[in-house]
């Protein structure tokens, strides 16, 4: 049974940093694909980054890339968002989830639909101060 704890949010100024983890208690972690989303409050959940099961690949909304980077240790069963210059606008609730779905072909937008996503996690909130 997968089960999806996060950890590392909290509160930090504009411009800071914060690595948010995630880690499954089960045995499959590996064949999982990875996802993080976040919700701010009034608004829909979104698409933050997603990462493929040997790592070889990741995928970035546009609010993100080359501020975030989304890695995964499968030795460890962890996956890990760090975020670099953070701003007010990253102010939400983050989420991390697990994709089981085996296909032969995933279409660069498969990754970023929430509803592609099985197990999900109870969420860490973080706090960008301006």
């Known amino acids: 049974q997968v089960q999806l704890v996060e950890s590392g949010g909290g509160l930090v100024q504009a411009g800071g940093s914060l690595r948010l983890s995630c880690a499954d208690s089960g045995r499959t972690f590996r064949s999982y694909i990875m996802g993080w989303f976040r919700q701010a409050p009034g608004k829909e959940r979104e698409f933050v980054a997603a990462i493929t099961r040997s790592g070889g690949k990741t995928y970035y909304s546009d609010s993100v890339k080359g501020r975030f980077t989304i890695s995964r240790d499968n030795a460890k069963n962890t996956v890990y968002l760090q975020m670099n210059s953070l701003k007010p606008e990253d102010t939400a609730v983050y989420y991390c989830?697990?994709?089981?779905?085996?296909?032969?072909?995933?279409?660069?937008?498969?990754?970023?639909?929430?509803?592609?996503?099985?197990?999900w996690g109870h969420g860490t909130q973080v706090t960008v101060s301006s």
């Open positions: 989830a697990a994709d089981s779905t085996i296909l032969t072909y995933y279409s660069n937008s498969y990754y970023t639909s929430p509803g592609n996503y099985d197990y």
